[in-house]
């Protein structure tokens, strides 16, 4: 049991550190830049055209 107390002792003290740091500001603006990026991705494949006719000239296995 002394264990366990320790454990949820030290985890909070170790984000009290990290969030009275700068690490906390690095770390959200590092989400920042990962999100504009992903949607970046997200808005460039969704304008994107694809073919009228699907996969014309696919050869595959699973074409049949």
């Known amino acids: 049991m002394l264990r366990w107390a320790t454990i949820f002792f030290v985890i909070p003290l170790l984000v009290a550190v ?3 740091s700068d690490f906390a500001a ?3 603006n590092i ?3 990962l999100f504009l990026v992903s949607l970046g991705a997200f808005l460039a494949t969704f304008f994107i055209r694809t ?4 996969e ?3 050869e ?3 074409s049949r």
């Open 60 to 62: 595959g296995e699973w």
């Open 26 to 28: 690095s770390a959200a």
């Open 51 to 54: 073919p009228e006719d699907g």
């Open 31 to 33: 989400a920042v830049v």
């Open 56 to 58: 014309e000239g696919y």
């Open 18 to 20: 990290a969030g009275f």
